[in-house]
């Protein structure tokens, strides 16, 4: 780790003005940027603790929606009453990932900003765009099996690692922040994002010294909901593809409402708004679902130890589609 | 030189070679906590955290020091900058050697020291300097931020192995642990044969991933070093160090009195205890490196991986006639290790025409040696799989397919099994398992979203003697309720297989004590030398030699109160006579042959006239030195107390000798897998598994079936998960940490089923006991393939069988 | 710098200008000689550090010591001496749950937060019913301590001392019905483990767990 000069925040104004410099990170569970900071991956010179921030609470909001403190745990937000009354496809994705040691640390501001796993970009002596711009990219013809099919770019596949952010793209989550100038807003988690394009290394929209403080969730959406994670071992595996959905019928057995936000496969929480819309009002038949599969990978591209992963989102997606027509929860 | 020279050869010494069968103690012993499942004796330490390894000694004015590795994978080092350290706090110095630094661990029980440079460079992560701070904070930023410049030959590296096969060559049999071998005319046996089946497979690298990383505290007490060190052997690892460092034997001592797993990952030493003893030296400080989780995978050692082809001609009934062993594995340059996939197949099943040979590639990867059941671990999922794929073309039960190329004696020797129990651990593992109500036909038991399937697999594995010594010493102790207390010393290691314990209840048993009255001083290599643990020889064979120097304190006892040995009972801290003494033989012949020589003598007088000495024949004969009528019982205490500095002791030295070569040993047994792979995603969890395993006698049945445990998760993780990653252009070691290499998990692993079949087998040691230890991971992993395919109707030859490789094949 | 005050197993510590990048795991290690929690990766990835801190579990090796004055930090030797083991630590030593025993300081101290979670309703991964989860039930307990590797693999016999202790200290009112296990043991009888992607059903399980199974909901469905 390299050295920093460690603060801590007492307000969350306080805390953006403080970390206006570039090379200034936020730690609040810390259980993704010290990952980092020990591999010199993160290098921040000043560290502005934000754990005593009284931005714990989870409330609802006028709407019936919900609004989250940043520092509010994996943790508690998978076991608090509303989320999983209202909101249970964030309780299950949040409750696929990490472990519990991990979940009682990590954040949900911070979940959003954990980073990539991909081999090259967690070595430091290996060329990596997104680590060190305009180094190459020795994924892409290298070891590939676990990395990105979608959103990819000739500079970069690398995978965004999150379960919780693919549920909060889902929902409709935005993310309040507050800038170092004490300005605030809100960005849709579909905004918060940036592909990769040649510029991999800009992961999100945040500003040098921008504090994540909220994340609200508008009011809950009626169906099943329903988080499905495939990964190489049980269990303290990243996602090779998971998915999260909404899904509600008539009783007519016309799909209503259909929400699918995909992890494990994007270079952000991939979702497209166009495969739902195809698919709402059908009766979720094998060709209209063959239909949304090859819209949602239509610009895919494996890179070789990737390829399946392309099989198989077709595949899981036909299986959430029509598990859900069928009744059944799981 | 010597491993064996004690230093002080005043003790008397049982001696004994494995010559002969030998009759146990243990079935006339009084109290019984050998075959006792009891708790660990040092489990109160362990589950608070009070059993120290050694990144967790203490010693003042300690430095803290932290590897430097080699970031290409062939190449020079041209010039390291310690200058790129400056203004860092609390750095002390770089220091390398390029001499002495280790390029690779060393191998198991070898006496000298690995191949030594530092300036050479041979893999990705090769350790080439180790940073030394007041902190290990600062130890680390140096060790990132130290400019090291190379002559980079990367374009020369050997680091594809499909691209490297076409240079394999020859293995050095000599210096390996098998050897090649040719019985009959296999290659026209083939052709002969009526049903055929050959396959090839390939197993990927493998780490051990021990939980503690290798970690070594140097400190020099004057010229000489002391190591607390993680380490599996002492007696041959301090040689090795003696070796790197030019030091006599006075002058290394290691000690390891607990070890957070080795799984053959720290037979041999490794880089981080040769740098730790440098630097301590040059800085006149304890020094301690503990290796980072990625530099363990790096920079120790891995499983190579390999290529076999099995080839078996069996005629339509199954009776294999001919049974073909291939394997290509790969190592550094210059190392002879290599994977002996076969050591099994030699005797494992029947045929008169049978080839092994083995073959390697020279890689520039991390060095390859030995890794949990070297050679069965990975050489049975091959075997097991072709036969499991030849019953399914012959439409035979596996089990039958076995039973019908069950050999009376092995097939590749000619000679007998000291005791094979194949057969039996099948049909009650087969029983326990419900194998007969399995579904025998693939793809066809969907429950839910969840294909449905099981497979077995034998497993076996060589039980080896190692040469091993031990000191027992009876001495008060007012604390203790019987007034003495036994204190077993040998350098033996108890690295989570249970030494402490079971080593501990044989004292007990021999001694008549309770288990609190024993104390077993392990893992420093200034006690008597013993076999370290590997080979799953440990208990055997550092158990042997606590036996024997248990059994000579006996015989001391038994003397010193007058009383013949084979008439003595030690129970609850006393000593009396049982039974009547049995004339042995030589007994016998020494009674009637006084009596021979006494007339014959009588004789020569008459006729010569002439008078000889009474002491011609000086030995008393049993009958005039011991009182049978003595029925007294004597405390120990007493006993005790009756000898100069109020203590005894005896040592046991047990050497391997011809049992080893008139028969074969081995432990054998078997596996059930019971598995569920995804309809839809693919994705295969074991849903239960039963073992069962013949291995001699159990000392312990609780710490033996967490033995098994452990065999049998391996099993999961090489089948279904577990694979080193080699980038083939740098050479680095892709996944190199726990998040990427994956181990199984707690939700990964089912509730496991242990069967341990008794067997009683006289020849391997007077114990009977036999190597447990790495049994149950030979063969597990086939288990685990087989069920598979039955399951979906996949075959998979390419491990770890990950769903991507079952997904475009699976069943509608 | 500055002293920092860390309060361990209720007794307080003063650090004298402590590296801020000192972790909780080496303050406790290289500095406090508390050597009961282990370090196996140093990244997170194995919970052999794993240590409690108000009562939850972390891993001490992924956060900063100083960012924890004033926090209540229990390590193995705050649960359990060898003269006075807790229920857990005992449960551990009968059941064999340990070998090498360097994995171990970090189950115990993670299985001790687990029965805590457990007590609270918290619901896992592999939980059925998200409001109602039966902690007790072998596959949740193998799911929540997946945060805690061990190579030597006493997997089975961890469960069976967390199991054995969890049946104890757990009582039915914790759930809304009476568990069907309750004679049963529940390690031996549980006839699905391991499988848990995605989240198996009623009919997998092969039995019902100790709560009702609720219909799919309007707002947010059972999965």
Same mark, same amino acid.
């Given at each position: 780790m390299?050295?920093?000069?460690?603060?801590?925040?007492?307000?969350?104004?306080?805390?953006?003005?403080s970390?206006?410099?570039?090379?200034?990170?936020?730690?609040?569970?810390?259980?993704?940027l010290l990952?980092?900071?020990?591999? #010199?991956?993160?290098?921040?010179?000043?560290l502005?603790?934000i754990t005593?921030?009284?931005? +714990?609470?989870v409330?609802?909001?006028?709407?019936?929606?919900?609004?989250?403190?940043?520092?509010?745990?994996?943790? !508690?937000?998978?076991?608090?009453?509303?989320?999983?009354?209202?909101?249970?496809?964030?309780s299950?994705?949040i409750?696929?990932?990490?472990?519990?040691?991990l979940?009682?640390?990590?954040?949900?501001?911070g979940? %959003?900003?954990?980073?990539?796993?991909?081999?090259?970009?967690?070595?430091? !002596?290996?060329?990596?765009?997104?680590r060190?711009?305009?180094?190459?990219c020795?994924?892409i013809?290298?070891?590939?099996?676990?990395?990105?099919?979608?959103?990819?770019? !000739?500079?970069?596949?690398?995978?965004?690692?999150?379960?919780?952010?693919?549920?909060?793209?889902?929902?409709?989550?935005?993310? +309040?922040?507050?800038?170092? !100038?004490?300005?605030?807003?809100?960005?849709?988690v579909?905004?918060?994002?940036?592909?990769?394009?040649?510029?991999?290394?800009?992961?999100?929209?945040? +500003?040098?010294?921008e504090?994540?403080?909220h994340?609200?969730?508008?009011?809950?959406?009626?169906?099943?909901?329903?988080?499905?994670?495939?990964?190489?071992?049980?269990?303290y595996?990243?996602?090779l593809?998971?998915?999260?959905?909404?899904?509600d019928?008539d009783?007519?057995?016309?799909?209503?409402?259909?929400r699918?936000?995909?992890?494990?496969?994007?270079t952000?929480?991939?979702?497209?708004e #166009?495969?739902?819309?195809?698919l709402?009002?059908t009766d979720?038949n094998?060709?209209?679902?063959?239909?949304?599969?090859?819209?949602?990978?239509n610009?895919?591209?494996g890179?070789?130890?990737?390829? %399946?992963?392309?099989?198989?989102t077709r595949?899981?997606l036909?299986q959430v589609?029509?598990?859900?027509?069928?009744?059944?929860?799981? | 030189?010597?491993?064996?020279?004690?230093?002080t050869?005043?003790?008397?010494?049982?001696?004994?070679?494995?010559d002969?069968?030998?009759?146990s103690?243990?079935?006339?012993?009084?109290?019984?906590?050998?075959?006792?499942?009891? *708790?660990?004796?040092?489990?109160?330490?362990?589950?608070s955290?009070q059993?120290p390894?050694?990144?967790?000694?203490h010693l003042?004015?300690?430095?803290?020091?932290?590897?430097?590795?080699?970031?290409?994978?062939?190449?020079q080092?041209?010039?390291?900058d310690?200058?790129?350290?400056?203004?860092?706090?609390?750095?002390i110095k770089v220091?390398?050697? @390029?001499?002495?630094?280790?390029?690779?661990?060393?191998?198991?029980g070898?006496?000298?020291a @690995?191949k030594q440079?530092?300036?050479?460079?041979?893999?990705?992560g090769?350790?080439?300097?180790?940073?030394?701070?007041?902190?290990?904070?600062?130890?680390t930023?140096?060790? *990132?931020a130290?400019?090291?410049?190379?002559?980079?030959e990367?374009?020369?590296?050997?680091?594809?192995?499909?691209?490297?096969?076409?240079?394999?060559?020859?293995?050095d049999?000599?210096?390996?642990?098998d050897?090649n071998?040719?019985q009959?005319?296999?290659?026209?046996?083939?052709a002969?044969?009526?049903v055929?089946?050959?396959?090839?497979?390939?197993?990927?690298?493998?780490?051990s991933?021990?939980?503690e990383?290798?970690?070594t505290?140097?400190?020099?007490?004057?010229?000489?070093?002391?190591?607390?060190?993680?380490?599996?052997?002492?007696?041959?690892c301090?040689?090795?160090v003696?070796?790197?460092?030019?030091? *006599?034997k006075?002058?290394?001592q290691l000690?390891?009195h607990?070890v957070?797993?080795g799984?053959?990952?720290?037979l041999?030493? &490794?880089?981080?205890?040769?740098?730790?003893?440098i630097?301590?030296?040059?800085l006149?400080?304890?020094?301690?490196?503990?290796?980072?989780?990625?530099?363990v995978?790096?920079?120790t050692?891995?499983?190579?991986?390999?290529?076999?082809?099995?080839?078996?001609?069996?005629?339509?009934?199954?009776?294999?006639d001919t049974?073909?062993h291939d394997?290509?594995?790969?190592?550094?340059?210059d190392e002879?290790?290599?994977?002996?996939?076969?050591?099994?197949?030699?005797y494992?099943?029947?045929?008169? =025409?049978?080839?092994?040979?083995?073959?390697?590639?020279?890689? =520039?990867?991390?060095?390859?040696?030995?890794?949990?059941?070297?050679?069965?671990?990975?050489?049975?999922?091959?075997?097991?799989?072709?036969?499991d794929?030849?019953?399914?073309q012959?439409?035979l039960?596996p089990?039958e397919?076995?039973r019908?190329?069950?050999?009376?004696?092995?097939?590749?020797?000619?000679?007998p099994?000291?005791?094979?129990?194949?057969?039996?651990c099948?049909?009650?593992?087969?029983?326990?398992?419900?194998w007969?109500?399995?579904?025998?036909?693939?793809?066809?038991?969907?429950e839910g979203?969840?294909?449905?399937?099981?497979?077995?697999?034998? &497993?076996a594995?060589?039980?080896?003697?190692?040469?091993s010594e031990?000191r &027992?010493?009876?001495?008060?102790?007012?604390?203790?309720?019987l007034g003495?207390? &036994?204190v077993?010393?040998?350098d033996m290691?108890?690295?989570?297989?249970?030494?402490?314990?079971?080593?501990?209840?044989?004292?007990a048993?021999l001694?008549?004590?309770?288990?609190?009255?024993?104390?077993?001083?392990?893992?420093?290599?200034?006690?008597?030398?013993?076999?370290?643990?590997?080979g799953?020889?440990?208990?055997?064979?550092?158990g042997?030699?606590?036996?024997?120097?248990?059994?000579?304190l006996?015989?001391?006892?038994?003397?010193?109160?007058?009383?013949? @040995?084979?008439?003595?009972?030690?129970d609850?801290?006393?000593?009396?006579q049982?039974?009547?003494?049995?004339?042995?033989?030589?007994?016998?012949?020494?009674?009637?042959?006084?009596?021979?020589?006494?007339?014959?003598?009588?004789?020569?007088?008459e006729t010569?006239?002439?008078?000889?000495?009474?002491?011609?024949?000086?030995?008393q004969?049993?009958?005039?030195?011991?009182d049978?009528?003595?029925?007294e019982?004597?405390?120990?205490?007493?006993?005790?107390a009756?000898?100069?500095?109020?203590?005894?002791?005896?040592?046991?030295?047990?050497?391997?000798?011809?049992?080893?070569?008139?028969?074969?040993?081995?432990?054998?047994g078997v596996?059930?897998?019971?598995v569920?792979?995804?309809?839809?995603?693919?994705e295969?969890r074991?849903?239960?598994?039963?073992g069962?395993?013949?291995?001699g006698?159990?000392?312990?049945?609780?710490?033996?079936?967490s033995?098994?445990?452990?065999?049998?998760?391996f099993?999961?993780?090489?089948?279904l998960?577990?694979?080193?990653?080699?980038?083939?252009?740098?050479?680095?070691?892709?996944?190199?940490?726990?998040a990427?290499?994956?181990?199984?998990?707690?939700?990964?692993?089912?509730q496991?089923d242990?069967?341990?079949?008794?067997?009683d087998?006289?020849?391997?040691?007077p114990?009977?006991?036999?190597?447990?230890?790495?049994?149950?991971?030979?063969?597990?992993?086939?288990?685990?393939?087989n069920a598979?395919y039955n399951a979906?109707?996949?075959?998979?030859?390419?491990? @770890?069988?990950?769903?991507?490789?079952l997904l475009?094949?699976?069943p509608? | 710098?500055?002293?920092?005050?860390?309060?361990?197993?209720?007794q307080?510590?003063?650090? /004298?200008?402590?590296d $801020?990048?000192?972790t909780?795991?080496?303050?406790c290690?290289?500095?406090l000689?508390i050597?009961g929690?282990?370090?196996?990766?140093?990244?997170?990835?194995?919970g052999?550090?794993?240590?409690?801190?108000?009562?939850?579990?972390?891993?001490?090796c992924?956060?900063l010591?100083?960012?924890?004055?004033?926090?209540d930090?229990?390590t193995?030797?705050g649960?359990?001496?060898?003269?006075?083991?807790?229920?857990?630590?005992?449960a551990?030593?009968?059941?064999?749950?340990?070998?090498?025993?360097?994995?171990?300081p970090?189950?115990?101290?993670? $299985?001790?937060?687990l029965?805590? /979670?457990?007590?609270?309703?918290?619901?896992?991964?592999?939980s059925t019913?998200?409001?109602?989860?039966?902690?007790?039930l072998?596959?949740?307990?193998a799911?929540?301590m997946?945060?805690?590797i061990?190579?030597?693999? $006493?997997?089975?016999n961890?469960?069976?001392?967390?199991?054995?202790?969890?049946?104890?200290?757990v009582?039915?009112?914790?759930?809304?019905?009476p568990?069907?296990?309750?004679?049963?043991?529940?390690?031996?009888?549980s006839?699905?483990?391991?499988?848990?992607?995605p989240?198996?059903?009623?009919?997998?399980?092969?039995k019902?767990? $100790?709560?009702?199974?609720?219909a799919?909901?309007?707002?947010?469905?059972r999965?």
């Amino acid at each position: 780790m390299k050295r920093f000069e460690y603060s801590r925040a007492d307000a969350p104004e306080q805390a953006a003005t403080s970390a206006s410099t570039e090379d200034t990170s936020f730690i609040a569970g810390g259980t993704n940027l010290l990952d980092l900071m020990k591999l #010199e991956i993160e290098t921040p010179i000043k560290l502005v603790d934000i754990t005593r921030l009284e931005l +714990e609470k989870v409330e609802t909001t006028a709407d019936g929606g919900l609004r989250i403190g940043t520092l509010v745990t994996n943790s !508690d937000l998978a076991a608090h009453p509303e989320v999983i009354a209202n909101y249970p496809v964030l309780s299950r994705a949040i409750l696929a990932g990490a472990t519990g040691q991990l979940r009682n640390k990590a954040t949900t501001g911070g979940n %959003f900003l954990q980073r990539t796993r991909c081999y090259y970009f967690y070595q430091t !002596d290996s060329a990596c765009n997104k680590r060190e711009p305009g180094t190459g990219c020795p994924a892409i013809n290298g070891e590939n099996r676990t990395l990105a099919i979608l959103g990819t770019s !000739d500079a970069c596949i690398a995978q965004h690692p999150s379960d919780m952010a693919v549920a909060m793209r889902l929902l409709d989550a935005t993310i +309040e922040t507050v800038k170092a !100038d004490g300005s605030t807003r809100s960005i849709n988690v579909k905004d918060f994002y940036c592909l990769p394009k040649d510029t991999p290394h800009i992961e999100n929209v945040l +500003e040098a010294g921008e504090l994540i403080t909220h994340v609200v969730l508008p009011a809950p959406v009626k169906g099943m909901h329903t988080y499905d994670k495939v990964r190489d071992r049980a269990s303290y595996a990243f996602a090779l593809v998971s998915c999260a959905a909404v899904i509600d019928a008539d009783d007519n057995g016309n799909l209503k409402t259909v929400r699918l936000a995909f992890g494990g496969i994007g270079t952000e929480p991939w979702r497209n708004e #166009e495969v739902e819309t195809l698919l709402m009002g059908t009766d979720g038949n094998n060709d209209v679902i063959a239909q949304a599969a090859n819209l949602l990978l239509n610009d895919a591209k494996g890179k070789g130890q990737n390829d %399946f992963k392309i099989p198989l989102t077709r595949r899981l997606l036909k299986q959430v589609i029509q598990r859900a027509l069928a009744g059944e929860g799981a | 030189m010597s491993l064996f020279e004690s230093i002080t050869q005043s003790e008397p010494t049982k001696k004994m070679t494995m010559d002969e069968p030998v009759e146990s103690l243990f079935s006339t012993t009084a109290s019984k906590l050998v075959g006792k499942p009891i *708790n660990r004796v040092d489990g109160s330490l362990k589950v608070s955290g009070q059993a120290p390894y050694s990144a967790e000694i203490h010693l003042d004015n300690k430095a803290y020091g932290v590897l430097v590795g080699a970031t290409i994978a062939k190449g020079q080092v041209e010039n390291i900058d310690s200058s790129s350290l400056d203004g860092i706090p609390n750095i002390i110095k770089v220091v390398t050697d @390029p001499k002495h630094f280790l390029r690779n661990s060393q191998q198991g029980g070898l006496k000298k020291a @690995p191949k030594q440079g530092a300036t050479e460079i041979f893999y990705h992560g090769q350790p080439i300097a180790v940073v030394i701070a007041e902190t290990f904070e600062a130890a680390t930023e140096g060790a *990132n931020a130290l400019k090291v410049t190379y002559k980079d030959e990367t374009d020369q590296a050997a680091l594809n192995f499909t691209k490297e096969l076409s240079n394999a060559h020859e293995v050095d049999e000599k210096k390996g642990s098998d050897k090649n071998y040719v019985q009959g005319d296999p290659e026209q046996g083939l052709a002969d044969a009526e049903v055929t089946l050959d396959r090839f497979y390939h197993t990927p690298s493998q780490n051990s991933s021990a939980m503690e990383p290798h970690a070594t505290l140097a400190h020099w007490e004057g010229e000489k070093l002391v190591l607390y060190t993680a380490n599996q052997m002492l007696a041959s690892c301090k040689q090795q160090v003696m070796d790197a460092l030019n030091l *006599n034997k006075d002058q290394v001592q290691l000690i390891a009195h607990y070890v957070g797993g080795g799984f053959g990952s720290k037979l041999g030493i &490794a880089p981080e205890s040769i740098a730790a003893a440098i630097a301590s030296k040059d800085l006149g400080r304890p020094v301690l490196i503990t290796m980072t989780r990625p530099q363990v995978m790096e920079a120790t050692v891995r499983r190579s991986n390999t290529r076999q082809r099995i080839a078996i001609g069996c005629d339509k009934n199954g009776v294999i006639d001919t049974l073909i062993h291939d394997t290509i594995s790969s190592n550094l340059p210059d190392e002879a290790f290599f994977e002996p996939t076969a050591l099994s197949t030699h005797y494992l099943y029947s045929g008169k =025409n049978r080839r092994v040979n083995y073959e390697m590639v020279d890689m =520039n990867q991390v060095l390859s040696g030995s890794m949990r059941a070297p050679g069965e671990a990975v050489g049975m999922i091959a075997v097991e799989c072709a036969m499991d794929e030849l019953a399914a073309q012959l439409d035979l039960d596996p089990i039958e397919l076995r039973r019908r190329n069950e050999p009376e004696k092995d097939p590749s020797k000619d000679i007998p099994f000291s005791t094979r129990q194949l057969i039996a651990c099948m049909e009650q593992g087969a029983e326990q398992f419900g194998w007969s109500q399995r579904n025998t036909k693939p793809a066809s038991q969907l429950e839910g979203d969840w294909w449905i399937g099981t497979g077995m697999a034998a &497993a076996a594995r060589g039980n080896q003697l190692q040469s091993s010594e031990a000191r &027992a010493t009876l001495q008060i102790d007012k604390s203790k309720a019987l007034g003495v207390k &036994a204190v077993i010393e040998t350098d033996m290691t108890d690295i989570g297989t249970g030494s402490y314990t079971v080593f501990s209840q044989v004292a007990a048993d021999l001694l008549g004590l309770p288990i609190d009255h024993i104390e077993m001083k392990l893992g420093d290599s200034a006690l008597p030398p013993a076999s370290g643990s590997g080979g799953s020889w440990g208990a055997a064979s550092a158990g042997s030699g606590v036996y024997l120097a248990c059994e000579q304190l006996r015989e001391m006892l038994a003397e010193k109160v007058g009383l013949y @040995p084979d008439t003595i009972q030690l129970d609850n801290g006393q000593i009396k006579q049982v039974g009547k003494h049995d004339l042995t033989a030589v007994e016998t012949a020494k009674e009637n042959g006084q009596a021979f020589a006494d007339s014959t003598i009588d004789k020569i007088s008459e006729t010569t006239g002439v008078s000889f000495s009474e002491n011609v024949l000086e030995e008393q004969t049993a009958s005039e030195k011991y009182d049978f009528d003595n029925t007294e019982s004597y405390a120990l205490a007493d006993v005790i107390a009756g000898y100069e500095e109020q203590k005894v002791s005896a040592k046991g030295q047990i050497k391997p000798g011809k049992n080893g070569k008139k028969y074969r040993q081995s432990s054998f047994g078997v596996n059930f897998a019971e598995v569920a792979v995804h309809k839809v995603t693919g994705e295969i969890r074991v849903k239960r598994m039963t073992g069962a395993f013949a291995a001699g006698r159990i000392l312990n049945h609780k710490t033996a079936t967490s033995q098994c445990y452990g065999g049998m998760v391996f099993g999961i993780g090489s089948a279904l998960m577990e694979e080193v990653i080699h980038d083939k252009r740098d050479g680095r070691l892709c996944n190199h940490d726990l998040a990427e290499y994956h181990v199984p998990v707690n939700a990964d692993v089912p509730q496991l089923d242990v069967i341990l079949v008794e067997e009683d087998d006289p020849y391997t040691n007077p114990m009977h006991i036999k190597g447990i230890g790495e049994t149950a991971i030979a063969g597990a992993a086939a288990a685990i393939a087989n069920a598979v395919y039955n399951a979906v109707g996949v075959r998979v030859y390419d491990f @770890p069988i990950t769903l991507d490789k079952l997904l475009y094949e699976m069943p509608e | 710098m500055s002293t920092l005050t860390l309060t361990i197993n209720k007794q307080d510590y003063q650090l /004298e200008n402590l590296d $801020a990048r000192t972790t909780l795991l080496d303050v406790c290690r290289q500095h406090l000689q508390i050597t009961g929690p282990k370090k196996g990766c140093d990244h997170g990835q194995c919970g052999a550090c794993t240590m409690l801190i108000n009562g939850r579990r972390v891993n001490s090796c992924l956060t900063l010591a100083v960012m924890h004055d004033g926090d209540d930090i229990t390590t193995i030797e705050g649960i359990g001496m060898p003269e006075s083991l807790s229920a857990l630590q005992q449960a551990f030593k009968d059941n064999d749950a340990f070998q090498c025993g360097y994995c171990t300081p970090g189950q115990i101290c993670s $299985a001790t937060a687990l029965i805590e /979670e457990v007590k609270q309703n918290w619901p896992s991964h592999v939980s059925t019913d998200l409001k109602n989860p039966d902690g007790r039930l072998v596959q949740e307990i193998a799911e929540r301590m997946s945060g805690n590797i061990c190579r030597c693999s $006493a997997y089975p016999n961890i469960i069976k001392a967390i199991s054995q202790v969890l049946e104890s200290q757990v009582s039915n009112s914790q759930t809304q019905e009476p568990s069907t296990q309750k004679a049963d043991n529940t390690v031996q009888n549980s006839s699905v483990t391991g499988i848990w992607s995605p989240p198996p059903s009623e009919a997998q399980l092969g039995k019902t767990s $100790a709560n009702t199974k609720t219909a799919t909901a309007t707002t947010g469905g059972r999965s």
